[in-house]
């Protein structure tokens, strides 16, 4: 079983940054990639960021592009969502997720609970 916990979250004006961690237990997390979602209210589930086992391969949302970065470290056991230049739009809960590289909600098997981040303007 795969416990997914995310942190980090919490208010920060526009412009401004903040670092989410995701913490997934279990022995197989380096073989899996990674993958940040995002919900806000009214909208729907929406794909951030995901990055591939091997660290280095990794896609965007064209919303975030440039400004997020995500990065992991398997030794750490722990994967990072680096948010710069937020805006308020940026605002949701931010939601971890194990599984396929992609942007398909669907092809990621375990998701976390969620943190939230709200940006003030």
């Known amino acids: 079983q795969v416990q997914l916990v995310e942190s980090g979250g919490g208010l920060v004006q526009a412009g401004g940054s903040l670092r989410l961690s995701c913490a997934p237990s279990g022995r197989t997390f380096s073989t899996y990639s990674m993958g940040w979602f995002r919900q806000a209210p009214g909208k729907e589930r929406e794909f951030v960021a995901a990055?591939?086992?091997?660290?280095?391969?990794?896609a965007y949302a064209n919303s975030v592009k440039g400004r997020f970065t995500i990065s992991r470290d398997n030794n750490k056991n722990t994967v990072y969502l680096e948010m710069n230049s937020l805006k308020p739009e940026s605002t949701a809960v931010y939601y971890c997720a194990l599984g396929t590289f992609g942007s398909r909600w669907q092809g990621y098997y375990y998701w976390g609970q969620g943190t939230r981040v709200t940006v003030s303007s």
């Open positions: 990055i591939k086992s091997d660290g280095r391969t990794t």
